[in-house]
């Protein structure tokens, strides 16, 4: 039987942290800045999100007014042309986020479970 894409075999969550009304940190930011630490490059991380160069930038403009310092900082010049990078506070701002995540998914997997079980069996006919 073919699994259902929007019935994922193990649940998982997705959290939004919301620090005010125009102030949050969710899946979608978290995974621009990883992409960017991983690329080494703000639109090519948009781009494997499906994301517009624009919007990638509007993101990361958010994120960097949010905190205390920029998240991510561009960087000029050399043969392949400029860049971005994650600044220190980016990478712990990343990391912490994630922490929450794991920690999250650790301690609600039980209840998890438990809410998948109770889910509707659906047949691929409908």
Known sequence: MPSDPQRP?????????????DRMIGPGKADLLDGIARLG?????GREMGMS?????????TLNAMFRAPLVER???GPGGGGAVLTDLGREVLAQYRAVE???AAHGADRLARLQELLRDIPDEK
């Open 75 to 77: 960087t000029r010049g």
């Open 41 to 45: 490059s703000i639109a090519a991380a």
């Open 102 to 104: 794991a920690e999250a």
């Open 9 to 21: 075999r193990t649940p998982r969550l997705r959290i939004r942290i919301v620090f005010g009304e």
């Open 53 to 61: 160069y624009k919007r990638a930038w509007e993101l990361i403009g």
